[in-house]
């Protein structure tokens, strides 16, 4: 390292004794390291707090703060910090009591000056070791990307791979997957990596509009077809012609627009309302949905020509619990966006952060994920995202969470049919034989299912 080269790590050494301060920073001035010294505990502390050094050497007996209680007030504000306490006085029950509270080492003095620079050394090169897995995870994330969506994980690629295939091709194409799964990702990239990429896709949320105006905002209306239709007014199709549109929680669409719609995807011709004419359309349709489409036919409530018309193809969204792999990515990718968008140098999360991020079910996905680390990023003080920044009820471990024997039986039966229904490929019938239950007992649990997600969904949104 030249002497006009920034520091690569920053040490600081606490002690009392003034000596010992002169003795350290000579030994180890060799090192490629910024030096700071604190006599006084309060002041190393202020020091710390101020410098955020990644090597702290601080001694035990001291008067006023003693070097355990310095080590727990670094550790409650930095536990990424590495933090060696010396002492003249050893136990083995101090040593004990330190490594607990997180120290990374425990010396004795008189100080071994050969193995402080080793041990000072083995720490910077484990510092080093890191930045150079961020810079790896960072080249990761950018490797790892696919129009806006961010995965490496089987189930992702196999994702991205039928989407290539689907976008240059399709008319109607069905894409399914619980809350926060990414659906409208899918339908740009597939708008994005069709013939019509070059105009505008047009986006309609089904859950978002009265039942009564769905005719009218999807086909238009003529002049006087209604009170208040004072003038001719082009439709959602209309709008989209030329281009895709997206529906968006299809599920929610009532029985007689789904005749509508069906007519539209095999004729490719709107009718206004009030209209007697019909009028040519090209259209691409993205339609998604976060429910049971196939329970909703058995239940009548959804229509089974149209189901079928747009189940020729179909994308299927894995939850962010069945792609775990792809958290850390996922993690990095929304903690470099914002910490850019809150203007904040975030350079990444403590191991016990990450070991929270890790054990929870998300059972928000992709979209849960990313609102908990949004609101880390806005309330963290420091460099770095700790427990404290993240919700409470990462914490609190849900049923899903929890290990068989402490999950609830209702719980486990729920978890157990979604299991052997994924793996009949949606069988209903074939599932209710290897459960050795009747199909009326599986709709009920599906039912059941069904409910307990939009319920999710509703949390998610509010």
């Not at 905002?217 to 001719?232: C, H, I, M, S, W």
Request: aromatic share 6%.
């Amino acid at each position: 390292m030249s002497k006009n080269a920034a520091p690569l790590v920053t040490l600081l050494v606490i002690d009392d004794d003034p000596q010992n301060l002169e003795l350290i920073t000579a030994v180890l001035e060799q090192q490629d390291l910024h030096i700071l010294t604190a006599a006084d505990p309060k002041a190393g502390l202020d020091l710390f707090f101020e410098k955020r050094p990644r090597i702290v050497l601080c001694d035990l007996m001291m008067p006023q703060i003693g070097g355990m209680e310095v080590l727990e007030k670094i550790v409650a504000v930095d536990p990424g910090a590495e933090v060696i306490l010396m002492t003249a006085h050893y136990s083995t029950e101090s040593a004990v009591q330190a490594i607990q509270k997180g120290a990374c080492d425990y010396i004795t003095k008189p100080l071994n000056l050969d193995k402080l620079r080793a041990r000072i050394s083995d720490l910077l090169t484990q510092v080093a070791e890191r930045r150079r897995a961020l810079d790896l995870e960072n080249e990761l994330v950018e490797s790892s990307q696919f129009e806006g969506m961010i995965g490496r994980s089987p189930l992702i690629l196999d994702v991205y791979a039928r989407i290539r295939r689907i976008a240059p091709h399709f008319r109607s194409v069905l894409v399914t997957g619980l809350t926060g799964t990414g659906k409208e990702l899918v339908a740009q990239a597939l708008h994005r990596l069709s013939p019509v990429s070059g105009k505008h896709l047009t986006v309609c949320n089904c859950s978002a509009i009265v039942e009564t105006l769905f005719e009218s905002e999807l086909f238009g209306y003529v002049r006087g077809a209604f009170t208040g239709a004072n003038q001719d007014k082009a439709g959602l199709f209309e709008s989209a012609n030329g281009s895709t549109l997206f529906l968006d929680e299809i599920g929610e669409l009532p029985l007689n627009v789904q005749a509508k719609l069906l007519r539209v995807l095999q004729s490719q011709e709107i009718q206004r309302v009030g209209s007697t004419t019909t009028r040519k359309v090209d259209i691409r349709v993205v339609a998604a949905t976060h429910r049971d489409l196939k329970l909703m036919v058995e239940q009548k409530t959804f229509r089974e020509d149209l189901y079928y018309r747009l189940a020729m193809v179909e994308i299927k969204l894995p939850r962010l619990a069945d792609r775990k792999e792809d958290l850390p990515l996922l993690q990095r990718y929304f903690l470099e966006r914002f910490s850019e968008q809150y203007g904040k140098p975030i350079s990444g999360f403590t191991r016990r952060a990450q070991a929270l991020l890790a054990r929870h079910y998300w059972p928000g996905n992709v979209r849960e994920l990313e609102n908990v680390i949004g609101s880390a990023c806005m309330v963290t003080r420091d460099d770095v995202i700790d427990i404290p920044d993240l919700p409470e009820h990462l914490s609190t471990p849900s049923s899903e969470e929890r290990d068989d024997e402490l999950i609830s039986l209702e719980a486990l039966e729920r978890r157990h049919v979604q299991y052997v229904l994924a793996r009949l490929d949606g069988n209903k019938n074939r599932t209710a034989e290897v459960l050795g239950i009747s199909r009326a007992t599986l709709y009920s649990i599906l039912q059941k299912i069904s409910s307990a997600q939009k319920a999710d969904s509703g949390k998610s949104q509010s």
